[in-house]
């Protein structure tokens, strides 16, 4: 079982960008794909990106490839999540998830708010 918390989020301009982070506890973490889903207002949630235990694999959804990036720091338990060029179709809760390998997630964290501004 991993525990997760996201932190990061705010309010930013169009075009400008945040850093998310996702802070984990669990023996698991190490071994543990991660990822990150969002889910704007009135919309099903929807992934974003993942990257596998060791970090060699990352997967994007289309609308943020390019300018997102997923990273992951084993020895602090943490996972980021780097947005760049930001626009306001990027406005939604992030949240953070784990599972035993990519696109079988099984934790999530509460999610932590993304404003974008025109």
């Known amino acids: 079982q991993v525990q997760l918390v996201e932190s990061g989020g705010g309010l930013v301009q169009a075009g400008g960008s945040l850093r998310l982070s996702c802070a984990a506890s669990?023996?698991?973490?190490?071994?543990?794909?991660m990822g990150w889903f969002r889910q704007a207002p009135g919309k099903e949630r929807a992934f974003v990106a993942a990257?596998?235990?060791?970090?060699?694999?990352?997967r994007y959804s289309d609308l943020v490839k390019g300018r997102f990036t997923i990273s992951r720091d084993n020895a602090k338990n943490t996972v980021y999540l780097q947005m760049n060029s930001l626009n306001v179709e990027d406005t939604a809760i992030y949240f953070c998830?784990?599972?035993?390998?990519?696109?079988?997630?099984?934790?999530w964290g509460q999610g932590t708010q993304v404003t974008v501004s025109s």
């Open positions: 990257i596998s235990w060791s970090g060699t694999t990352t």
């Open positions: 669990g023996r698991t973490f190490g071994t543990s794909a």
């Open positions: 998830v784990a599972g035993p390998s990519i696109g079988v997630f099984i934790n």
